[in-house]
């Protein structure tokens, strides 16, 4: 799977143990990374809910059997 690249060999051991401590066990070394891209902040009020779906849409992830990890982009606003 593509996730291998960031998590599989002897290289990757420094990768492993930053993704170890964000909680993650060795089950879930053997399950795709998934990434959601969120623009979420507490300035645009058309993002202000992106938060809220990016739970449910990490829920779905895990029930589906990867692993779910957030990273922030910039957030455009045309007001």
């Known amino acids: 799977m593509r996730s291998d690249m960031v998590k599989d060999g002897i290289y990757k051991a420094p990768s492993r143990s ?10 879930d070394f053997d399950k795709p990374f998934v990434g959601i891209a969120n ?3 507490e300035i645009i009020p058309g993002h202000i809910h992106l938060d809220r779906l990016v739970e449910e ?10 692993v779910p990890f ?8 045309d007001g």
């Open 18 to 27: 930053l993704f170890r401590g964000t909680g993650l066990c060795d089950d």
């Open 39 to 41: 623009s979420w902040n």
């Open 70 to 77: 957030t990273f922030g982009v910039p957030g455009i606003c």
């Open 57 to 66: 849409i990490k829920k779905g992830i895990s029930e589906a059997g990867g």
